[in-house]
């Protein structure tokens, strides 16, 4: 009787895995396809460094690497980083003309809100942003940017991060056998998603201005089990760092969580765990996947935002 209700159930989450993906089938995301051969590690760590030398000010070097990078590399405008943005800021302080198309781009690649726009401090004041305001230019450009993303795949994607907290914020000891039961059809959705769209990224689905909602996979990919964790997704997160479709954070806390896990000194140095290996043999291993230097995000917090550092 066991064995029969174990079929079943397979068969069960076989079926709602195809209804999901038939409904919701289109064609890989191939925005990529110029400069898509380059490999984007050497550009993490150039935006890093036109990062700290934005925050410390140095615009023109800052805007001089990221001109210069934009011309081999199409942008990402990474979490955090947000490169492209940092971009044109630069041209305003330094005084290089930012194209329509460049605005354009912010709105309708990146998402920008037309409440970010006004609200920022460089942005709001130039004179480069005025005709978004003018004919309703704001209103259809962002219609462009909804337009390009997937929203049934965002949709399902929601619905499998509810799913991966539905059993943790409760009585999660008492119900782990049906939350790892989720954890195990999430692994195999998110397994077929990548195999047919690429990795889900805000290129695919969009940011969280869409609905107000996360879309990013990270706490379900580190619920996946062993066995399908180091011979599938890693692997495959590994080719999508190399391609910018993937953060190397993603990647690195994967592999430090799993060797953690196991009573192993993580690698990448993802979490504030002691390291138990020297700093230079941390910045080389970091440095091989597009990793910032260990300590980079907490100095730049601590310089931009000195007031709530010392709330901490």
């Not at 609200?119 to 462009?144: A, G, M, P, V």
């Not at 889900?200 to 201005?209: C, D, K, Q, V």
């Not at 990919?221 to 997704?233: E, V």
Request: glycine share 2%; proline share 3%.
């Amino acid at each position: 009787m066991k064995k029969k209700f174990k079929v079943i159930s397979s068969f069960l989450m076989i079926l709602i895995i195809s209804i999901i993906f038939s409904s919701c089938k289109t064609e890989k995301v191939t925005d990529f396809t110029q400069k898509q051969e380059a490999n984007y590690i050497p550009y993490y760590l150039k935006v890093y460094e036109a990062d700290s030398l934005f925050i410390t000010r140095n615009y023109q070097r800052s805007y001089e690497k990221l001109d210069s990078l934009f011309k081999i590399y199409k942008p990402i405008n990474m979490q955090i980083y947000n490169e492209f943005a940092t971009y044109l800021k630069c041209k305003i302080e330094t005084n290089h003309t930012i194209s329509k198309e460049e605005v354009e781009k912010l709105v309708t690649e990146f998402g920008y809100t037309d409440e970010y726009i006004n609200n920022d401090s460089y942005f709001s004041t130039s004179k480069y942003f005025i005709f978004l305001s003018e004919n309703d230019n704001y209103l259809q450009l962002r219609k462009q940017y909804l337009s390009r993303i997937n929203k049934k795949l965002r949709d399902t994607i929601i619905q499998m991060k509810n799913d991966d907290q539905l059993y943790r914020n409760k009585n999660y000891t008492k119900k782990i056998t049906l939350q790892n039961r989720l954890d195990s059809i999430n692994a195999e959705k998110l397994k077929k998603i990548i195999d047919v769209f690429g990795f889900p990224n805000e290129r695919i689905l969009g940011n969280f201005s869409v609905d107000n909602k996360p879309i990013d996979v990270d706490a379900m990919l580190l619920h996946t089990k062993d066995s399908i964790r180091l011979n599938y997704f890693m692997p495959k997160i590994l080719e999508f760092v190399k391609t910018g479709e993937a953060l190397p954070e993603t990647y690195a806390s994967l592999y430090d969580q799993y060797l953690l896990y196991k009573d192993k000194p993580q690698y990448y140095g993802s979490y504030d765990n002691s390291l138990g290996f020297e700093e230079g043999i941390l910045k080389e291993r970091r440095k091989s996947i597009g990793l910032p230097n260990y300590g980079y995000k907490e100095w730049r917090f601590k310089v931009l935002y000195p007031e709530l550092n010392k709330l901490k």
